[in-house]
């Protein structure tokens, strides 16, 4: 089991490390998008009631895009403070409204990946298909599963280890380290884990399905699981949607204070309809339930993922379990920092594997010796561990720095994050290994406290964000002053 828990720990604790870390923001993907948004700074603090903001939707879309066959408006939110309307048919085209008036901002939105870049890296593993990505994510969760049960074999003293930590030690002070981040964010670990897998648990055993429904395969079986809404009735004349009841009668189903999204299929047309979908917040469940409604008179036409079958709502559940949709401020908080811990635990994990084995023939006459094969993970360990901060860094810088109009923008902030993590990582191969560490330390450090204190004066929404920038690093500027020392 130790030789099982080394060895696949080693070859796959850098991809598990990036994983940990981008899946962290990914719990903050919507407030880092704000961050990358500063044209939006001055609308978070800003409340508009939700009929109000609506209807202004529907009033710009009714002059602007009256011809489509379908309107989305996504009402604004903590999270996300602009009123953003959609269309779609001939000419689909979307547009960012202010909504205290209902027309464009004056200034465009600039254009970013935002956290959910991060957050496909977490899941699709970038540079690849996304279903391949998707598909090495679960094998490696599958290993991470390995790796916590066979690390928990090996600890024949496992209480006694949560309570000691041997500073100033050497590997013993990794080892210690390694097994409090390990022992203590144990019940996060496996829960992540488990609910990770399920979300993708049509990629990784797709044979039950397929042997049941055949040809129709998984589109069939999601049909049946996630029934969607059945039309009880069309209207016989054109209609102009009047939101405001509408959306009363779901806040008061839902028992919720706030709607998502809104999507009207044929405005203004025959057989018009209302869609009203759930915010999702506050509810521990992925798949947002909806209501249906006539657009002529208003009748209820069907509702989506609001009762579901126990196998469903759980498949539901523990999908939203695992992206927390349901966290408030302090719980996410929680579990940004617990994927962190995570990240730490994979990252002592390597330092304490080049630890033990950094010189061979120390008992020998003459200077000890150096194994390549350690020397070589002893350097990615520094492109991984230090490097990848860095990068991280450098793609909220380059959304700072590139200008606002520059076309391709989201491209350009995603390549200057590679961009310095391939300059990091050739750094780290080819300088002294103490250098790279320190140097890269200091600069991912340096970067993200300094974005950290920049954001701190942007507004309320962003308060959380620059608080987790400057903690990430401040603690990274003191690693490195220790390595100094």
Same mark, same amino acid.
């Given at each position: ?59 710009? %879309? ?11 408006? %996504? ?21 960012? %409204? ?388």
């Amino acid at each position: 089991m130790g030789w099982l828990h080394n060895w696949l720990g080693l070859l796959l604790g850098w991809l598990l490390f990036v994983i940990f870390v981008t899946g962290s923001f990914g719990y903050y993907r919507h407030e880092v998008t704000l961050m990358m948004t500063p044209e939006l700074h001055d609308l978070a603090a800003v409340q508009v009631p939700q009929v109000d903001a609506a209807q202004r939707g529907v009033e710009w %879309l009714s002059a602007n895009a009256s011809g489509a066959e379908e309107w989305g408006i %996504l009402l604004p939110d903590e999270k996300s403070p602009a009123l953003r309307v959609s269309w779609s048919g001939l000419t689909p085209g979307e547009q960012i %409204l202010d909504p205290r008036t209902g027309h464009p901002l004056a200034v465009a939105p600039r254009q970013t990946g935002g956290g959910d870049f991060l957050y496909r890296i977490h899941s699709d593993l970038h540079f690849i298909s996304p279903i391949a990505g998707r598909i090495l994510a679960s094998l490696i969760a599958v290993a991470l599963l390995v790796l916590l049960i066979t690390g928990l074999i090996t600890h024949r003293h496992i209480v006694r280890n949560m309570f000691r930590f041997r500073r100033g030690k050497g590997w013993r002070t990794r080892l210690d380290v390694h097994n409090l981040t390990a022992v203590l964010g144990l019940p996060f670990h496996l829960f992540i884990t488990l609910t990770a897998l399920v979300t993708v648990m049509m990629l990784v055993m797709p044979w039950g399905v397929a042997s049941v429904y055949g040809a129709n395969g998984i589109g069939a079986f999601a049909e049946e699981s996630f029934p969607q809404v059945t039309v009880k009735g069309r209207v016989e004349q054109g209609s102009t949607p009047e939101l405001a009841p509408l959306i009363g009668r779901a806040l008061q189903h839902w028992r919720t204070d706030s709607v998502g999204e809104i999507n009207i299929e044929h405005p203004g047309a025959h057989g018009s309809r209302i869609t009203l979908a759930h915010p999702i917040r506050g509810i521990a469940q992925f798949r947002k339930p909806s209501m249906t409604f006539d657009a002529a008179d208003g009748r209820l036409l069907g509702t989506t993922n609001d009762q579901l079958s126990t196998v469903s709502l759980l498949h539901s559940q523990l999908f939203g379990l695992h992206v927390g949709h349901f966290a408030g401020p302090t719980f996410r908080f929680a579990l940004f920092w617990l994927g962190l811990v995570g990240a730490a635990m994979v990252a002592t994990g390597h330092l304490l594997w080049t630890a033990k084995r950094w010189r061979i023939n120390a008992n020998v006459a003459g200077p000890p010796q150096q194994r390549p094969a350690v020397l070589i993970v002893h350097r990615l360990n520094a492109a991984v561990f230090a490097g990848l901060p860095l990068a991280i860094a450098a793609y909220f810088w380059a959304n700072r720095i590139i200008p606002a109009s520059t076309a391709e923008r989201p491209v350009l902030e995603q390549n200057a994050m590679f961009i310095v993590w391939g300059a990091a990582a050739a750094l780290a191969l080819l300088a002294p290994a103490r250098f790279v560490w320190r140097t890269l330390l200091y600069l991912g450090g340096g970067a993200l406290l300094t974005l950290g204190i920049l954001n701190l004066s942007t507004g309320p929404g962003n308060l959380i964000m620059a608080m987790n920038l400057c903690i990430l690093g401040a603690a990274s500027i003191g690693t490195a002053l220790r390595l100094t020392r």
